[in-house]
């Protein structure tokens, strides 16, 4: 049986002593492309997120796909969503690309690989945004240390008013999800090094 083409490109990047490879997989589909390539595309996808760490983009073409809810107006045989829900659950494209649609993307299988994730205009005569964004250094095993808190010993009264002081809403107010995840991080981990029990293991 003939395997259907696809166009895509597919590269390995070596990680040092320590950290992992990086599959990344670059990938245009066409609008009008059959169920048949859709399928194969899908099947490289399952391939190559069994790897340690996956970063996909390209222009999917598929508009009718709302990201916020991985829901889409029209049902195919198997559904690009539920292939990304399967083996690229992060998707870091939070803007339109072109035209008020989102045909193109970045996904990845690991939560923090890929970040400074920006639209920086059209390059030349491309009507797509140009996609600006770090791939950053897999997660290294060895050697790590690991501190386990010890939440018996947490004056979680002290934790919730240090919280509770934090005008969420002017701290929040016009930031995109992951800019305001990374700030109500930094917020979580500030008040935790103030308590003054709790922080060791």
Excluded at 62 to 75: F, G, L, Q, S, V
Excluded at 98 to 114: C, Q, S, Y
Excluded at 123 to 135: A, L
Aim: glycine letters at 8%; aromatic letters at 8%.
């Amino acid at each position: 049986m003939d395997k259907e083409p696809t166009e895509s490109l597919w590269v390995r990047i070596k990680g040092s002593a320590g950290a992992g490879d990086i599959i990344v997989g670059v990938c245009y589909r066409p609008p009008d492309q059959g169920d048949q390539a859709d399928e194969a595309i899908y099947r490289q996808i399952g391939a190559a997120s069994r790897s340690q760490a996956l970063v996909l983009m390209g222009d999917f073409n598929h508009p009718d796909i709302c990201w916020r809810d991985n829901t889409a107006e029209h049902r195919q045989p198997r559904s690009f969503p539920e292939c990304v829900n399967d083996n690229l659950p992060f998707q870091v494209i939070e803007k339109p690309t072109r035209r008020g649609a989102m045909l193109d993307l970045v996904l990845t299988n690991k939560e923090g690989l890929v970040g400074n994730v920006k639209l920086k205009g059209s390059f030349d005569y491309s009507d797509h945004e140009m996609v600006e964004f770090k791939i950053l250094r897999a997660v290294r095993r060895a050697h790590s240390k690991l501190t386990a808190l010890d939440f018996s010993r947490a004056d979680f009264g002290f934790f919730r008013d240090l919280l509770g002081r934090i005008p969420w809403d002017k701290v929040l107010e016009g930031r995109e999800a992951q800019d305001s995840w990374l700030v109500f991080k930094g917020h979580l981990l500030q008040s935790q090094e103030r308590c003054p029990e709790g922080t060791g293991g």
